[in-house]
């Protein structure tokens, strides 16, 4: 993984003395290195420039299509989703598009439900 992913020679460093960026990309390396069959990214280019991000995203695609791994990216970038194969999108808990990256579903939006919620919502 640290052939994919960029490194500042900072190995000795403590995270807090590391620029967002780099934890950024810490924590993306530390996550991929066991090649999960799935993982979550929430806001995983939030920090880093567009190139990296761009990098990033790429990466991410080489992943899914090379390891199989499943990559579920939270973000609020619109620029991201053209790196995407699907986007669910939620507006207050609840499903509103959750077709293709190039399609929306045809059908009424399903309702995303939580442990925590209570009561019927019918």
Do not use: Y
């Not at 293709?100 to 309702?111: F, Q």
């Amino acid at each position: 993984m640290p052939g994919r992913v960029r490194f500042v020679a900072r190995l000795h460093c403590d995270p807090s003395q590391l620029a967002g960026g780099q934890q950024q990309l810490t924590a993306i390396a530390r996550t991929l290195i066991n090649r999960p069959p799935l993982a979550f990214a929430d806001e995983a280019t939030g920090n880093l420039d567009s190139h990296t991000s761009e990098d990033i995203l790429r990466m991410f695609q080489q992943l899914n299509e090379e390891e199989g791994i499943t990559i579920t990216l939270v973000n609020h970038d619109a620029l991201v989703e053209k790196h995407a194969l699907r986007i669910i999108q939620i507006d207050d808990r609840v499903i509103v598009d959750g077709g293709s990256a190039t399609a929306a579903l045809s059908s009424g939006p399903p309702e995303l439900r939580f442990s925590s919620d209570s009561g019927d919502k019918s």
